[in-house]
């Protein structure tokens, strides 16, 4: 094979790995935009008062009140509060955190949550 035949395989070798990035940056760029969708909105500030609270279901509102008086608790330490499963108060605790009415924060492996500031 001569040097000018080299080069040509060498050119075409060069345009499918271009063709390759251009498919891999295409795709990196769908999967951002995919990414985009679920990105957490930013959390709620609803006010906590009596009307809420009586709004409330009896199991959220039974939970938010062990929160009240914890201050900041796990779903652990509420859970023995309620005689209810971690698991359901996880679940209730998220609820409330998704409606707004209370903030979570993870200090280490363990999710602690609030009522927002101010709503005490």
Do not use: C
Request: glycine share 4%; charged share 35%.
């Amino acid at each position: 094979m001569e040097t000018k035949d080299y080069l040509q395989e060498i050119l075409k070798t060069l345009k499918d790995i271009n063709k390759k990035i251009e498919g891999i940056a295409d795709s990196q760029s769908l999967i951002s935009e995919s990414l985009d969708r679920f990105k957490p909105e930013k959390p709620k500030k609803l006010p906590l008062d009596v009307d809420t609270l009586l709004d409330l279901p009896d199991h959220l509102r039974e939970t938010v009140r062990r929160v009240g008086e914890l201050g900041s608790a796990s779903a652990e330490h509420v859970a023995a509060q309620t005689h209810k499963t971690r698991a359901a108060e996880s679940d209730y605790l998220n609820q409330l955190v998704k409606m707004g009415y209370l903030q979570k924060e993870r200090r280490g492996r363990t999710v602690f949550f609030s009522i927002w500031k101010g709503q005490t």
